[in-house]
Nanobody
Framework: QVQLVESGGGLVQAGGSLRLSCAASGSIFSINAMGWYRQAPGKQRDLVAGITSLGSTSYTQSVKGRFTISRDNAKNTVYLQMNSLKPEDTAVYYC???????????????????WGKGTQVTVSS
């Protein structure tokens, strides 16, 4: 069993920065991809950025050049550095480990799928 705990959300003005963290506990050795998703009110949950166990990354077009996903394997933690934030980045951000992200990144789904509870990011104009 894997548990994911997100942190780092908050309220920031447009143009500001935040860094989200996703700490994973439990056995994640067989999980080949982790990612950050976001869901705004009334919208579907979409992949923002993903990272494989080998360090390959993928970003949705709207955040390219502004967001950076990284991972610290020793700490079992994935980060999302968000710069030049815009009001349209406002959403609940969720961390995922496993099937959902692996599939979207073209990898073989590991047969497990874990989600955190989310952290709110609000960008004021």
């Amino acid at each position: 069993q894997v548990q994911l705990v997100e942190s780092g959300g908050g309220l920031v003005q447009a143009g500001g920065s935040l860094r989200l963290s996703c700490a994973a506990s439990g056995s994640i050795f067989s999980i080949n991809a982790m990612g950050w998703y976001r869901q705004a009110p009334g919208k579907q949950r979409d992949l923002v950025a993903g990272i494989t166990s080998l360090g390959s990354t993928s970003y949705t077009q709207s955040v390219k050049g502004r967001f950076t996903i990284s991972r610290d394997n020793a700490k079992n933690t994935v980060y999302l550095q968000m710069n030049s934030l815009k009001p349209e980045d406002t959403a609940v951000y969720y961390c995922n480990a496993g099937h959902s992200t692996a599939q979207r990144m073209g990898l073989s789904p590991p047969g497990m799928d874990y989600w955190g509870k989310g952290t709110q990011v609000t960008v004021s104009s």
